[in-house]
């Protein structure tokens, strides 16, 4: 008996496949427009207006549609299969981009027959390929061979990938693959002996292959989703090449962290420099000192807390491929966490003098967050992957939770240490206020954009690590003398 997984896309299926004597054709659909619940609206919408082909395939005894999420469901099932087919050219996000990463090509190797294998595309060309194309597809391969014996590619407009347990794959030939179609029976008006021997030609492996010559490419994985960045390159060359030079600065671990680590800084001489000599609202350069260092910790805060956000939800996706209706119940966690954090924060310090230490037991509290959600997200297990999913999902609202509660929990203590400084009150609130905007704005863009796709999870929260220990030992360095020298002078 053989049996076909297709996936994952309700239009990509085939009328010629079908025609071939296989046993079931499954259809997993998750590409619906009202995607709540791997809603079938796509399916049923095809079904109220059916072409004659589309109700032949759907109606086909052999065919069995499945609305679930194709990733989950063939995690779940016990059936193994002679063919998975990836019905997406392209991991442009990180819904499609599940299904091109190690992960998933390994569990589809375990799912596969002895002689099984796994069949998907990508954007190609039999003229030139640009650099970001390249890297994307050199990623693909090499992601692929980490998780299967053989790879195969047939270059073209569309390059076709194909990967196997076994050797199988390289007893392809253009005269095999004539047989095929002429022993299954199989009619096609475009695909015939001389377009075959054209696709099939070894001269274009060796062209393609030659072409992708020191081309260096990172592994695609769930945790650090590069080819998702690879894809926006490859785009944005297309239609905005003036972006790219942006992404550009973008594209290495080291250029990520040297820019953040610029900003960081420049925002702080700047700030210092500013009170101290332009606005005049510090008396010394220790009390600058110290009121920039309180905006240091939210700003760094701020851009911590829309990092965890942002991997939550990133991360939240790639576990269950739907995010819609959840997001705004991850981020109604949040702003709800930062709520009852500020409120939390304004009533302890009402009881409490030693400002500094609350301040650096919030900061610690944040580290200690980050080391959690980064272990639970991307441990060696995936600790959250192998939860029943209940637990899971609501693991991760409590850590959405936490993480607005932390974040808010901060700006009170902050705003205190940049009031002992201030000439003017009143300015401590919207400087205390306008970091933490800043902080979150640029955490939301560079969480996204770059440090997730690039890094990872595990090294992207590291680096934010090192920030708020940065940030610790500011709080601690200059502003610990300044309220001893207040408690001293109270005391007198």
Same mark, same amino acid.
Request: aromatic share 12%; hydrophobic share 45%; proline share 4%.
């Given at each position: 008996?053989?049996?076909?997984?297709?996936?994952?896309?309700?239009?990509?299926?085939?009328?010629?496949?079908?025609?071939?004597?296989?046993?079931?054709?499954?259809?997993?659909?998750?590409?619906?427009?009202?995607?709540?619940?791997?809603?079938?609206?796509?399916?049923?919408?095809?079904?109220?207006?059916?072409?004659?082909?589309?109700?032949?395939?759907?109606?086909?005894?052999?065919?069995?549609?499945?609305?679930?999420?194709?990733?989950?469901?063939?995690?779940?099932?016990?059936?193994?299969?002679?063919?998975?087919?990836?019905?997406?050219?392209?991991?442009?996000?990180?819904?499609?981009?599940?299904?091109?990463?190690?992960?998933?090509?390994?569990?589809?190797?375990?799912?596969?027959?002895?002689?099984?294998?796994?069949?998907?595309?990508?954007?190609?060309?039999?003229?030139?390929?640009?650099?970001?194309?390249?890297?994307?597809?050199?990623?693909?391969?090499?992601?692929?061979?980490?998780?299967?014996?053989?790879?195969?590619?047939?270059?073209?407009?569309?390059?076709?990938?194909?990967?196997?347990?076994?050797?199988?794959?390289?007893?392809?030939?253009?005269?095999?693959?004539?047989?095929?179609?002429?022993?299954?029976?199989?009619?096609?008006?475009?695909?015939?002996?001389?377009?075959?021997?054209?696709?099939?030609?070894?001269?274009?492996?060796?062209?393609?292959?030659?072409?992708?010559?020191?081309?260096?490419?990172?592994?695609?994985?769930?945790?650090?989703?590069?080819?998702?960045?690879?894809?926006?390159?490859?785009?944005?060359?297309?239609?905005?090449?003036?972006?790219?030079?942006?992404?550009?600065?973008?594209?290495?671990?080291?250029?990520?962290?040297?820019?953040?680590?610029?900003?960081?800084?420049?925002?702080?001489?700047?700030?210092?420099?500013?009170?101290?000599?332009?606005?005049?609202?510090?008396?010394?350069?220790?009390?600058?000192?110290?009121?920039?260092?309180?905006?240091?910790?939210?700003?760094?805060?701020?851009?911590?807390?829309?990092?965890?956000?942002?991997?939550?939800?990133?991360?939240?996706?790639?576990?269950?491929?739907?995010?819609?209706?959840?997001?705004?119940?991850?981020?109604?966690?949040?702003?709800?966490?930062?709520?009852?954090?500020?409120?939390?924060?304004?009533?302890?310090?009402?009881?409490?003098?030693?400002? $500094?230490?609350?301040? #650096?037991?919030?900061?610690?509290? @944040? =580290? /200690?967050?980050?080391? +959690?959600?980064? !272990? &639970? %997200?991307?441990?060696?297990?995936?600790?959250?992957?192998?939860?029943?999913?209940?637990?899971?999902?609501?693991?991760?609202?409590?850590?959405?939770?936490?993480?607005?509660?932390?974040?808010?929990?901060?700006?009170?203590?902050?705003?205190?240490?940049?009031?002992?400084?201030?000439?003017?009150?009143?300015?401590?609130?919207?400087?205390?206020?306008?970091?933490?905007?800043?902080?979150?704005?640029?955490?939301?863009?560079?969480?996204?954009?770059?440090?997730?796709? $690039?890094?990872?999870? #595990?090294?992207?929260?590291?680096? @934010? =690590? /090192?920030?708020?220990? +940065?940030?610790? !030992? &500011? %709080?601690?360095?200059?502003?610990?003398?300044?309220?001893?020298?207040?408690?001293?002078?109270?005391?007198?």
């Amino acid at each position: 008996k053989r049996k076909v997984f297709r996936g994952f896309s309700a239009f990509s299926l085939r009328f010629p496949l079908i025609s071939t004597p296989i046993l079931y054709l499954f259809i997993v659909d998750n590409s619906t427009v009202f995607d709540f619940f791997t809603s079938p609206e796509l399916i049923n919408t095809v079904k109220k207006f059916p072409t004659p082909i589309t109700e032949k395939e759907l109606t086909d005894p052999r065919v069995e549609v499945i609305h679930r999420d194709g990733r989950n469901y063939l995690k779940e099932t016990s059936s193994n299969y002679d063919v998975i087919i990836v019905g997406l050219d392209d991991p442009s996000d990180l819904q499609a981009n599940r299904l091109f990463t190690r992960d998933f090509f390994r569990l589809a190797n375990e799912k596969l027959n002895p002689n099984g294998i796994i069949a998907l595309n990508l954007p190609g060309s039999l003229t030139y390929i640009d650099a970001e194309l390249k890297r994307m597809k050199v990623s693909l391969i090499q992601t692929l061979q980490s998780s299967f014996e053989d790879v195969y590619v047939i270059p073209g407009n569309i390059t076709h990938y194909m990967a196997g347990k076994s050797e199988t794959l390289k007893e392809i030939s253009p005269d095999k693959m004539s047989r095929s179609l002429t022993e299954g029976g199989i009619q096609t008006r475009l695909i015939d002996d001389a377009y075959i021997n054209y696709r099939v030609d070894e001269r274009h492996k060796d062209w393609f292959y030659s072409s992708l010559e020191k081309t260096e490419a990172l592994l695609n994985l769930d945790r650090r989703p590069i080819a998702v960045f690879y894809s926006l390159r490859y785009w944005n060359s297309l239609f905005s090449p003036s972006a790219n030079r942006i992404l550009d600065a973008l594209d290495t671990p080291l250029r990520i962290i040297m820019i953040l680590a610029v900003f960081f800084l420049f925002i702080f001489i700047i700030n210092v420099a500013s009170e101290r000599f332009i606005f005049k609202t510090a008396q010394t350069l220790k009390t600058s000192l110290a009121g920039s260092s309180a905006g240091f910790a939210v700003l760094s805060g701020g851009f911590a807390g829309m990092f965890l956000d942002v991997l939550l939800i990133f991360m939240f996706q790639s576990y269950y491929g739907y995010v819609y209706y959840w997001i705004g119940i991850l981020i109604s966690a949040y702003m709800a966490g930062a709520a009852a954090g500020s409120y939390f924060s304004m009533r302890r310090l009402k009881r409490i003098k030693n400002t $500094v230490k609350f301040a #650096l037991k919030v900061e610690m509290m @944040i =580290i /200690i967050l980050l080391i +959690i959600a980064a !272990v &639970l %997200l991307a441990g060696p297990e995936g600790f959250l992957r192998v939860m029943p999913k209940t637990l899971a999902k609501t693991v991760f609202v409590i850590l959405s939770f936490f993480a607005g509660a932390l974040t808010g929990a901060l700006f009170p203590p902050a705003c205190r240490l940049h009031e002992e400084k201030s000439m003017e009150k009143s300015s401590s609130a919207g400087f205390i206020y306008g970091a933490d905007l800043i902080g979150g704005c640029l955490g939301g863009i560079m969480s996204g954009v770059a440090m997730l796709p $690039v890094l990872g999870v #595990l090294n992207a929260s590291g680096v @934010i =690590i /090192i920030f708020k220990f +940065i940030s610790m !030992v &500011l %709080l601690f360095v200059f502003c610990r003398e300044k309220y001893s020298v207040k408690k001293a002078s109270n005391n007198v």
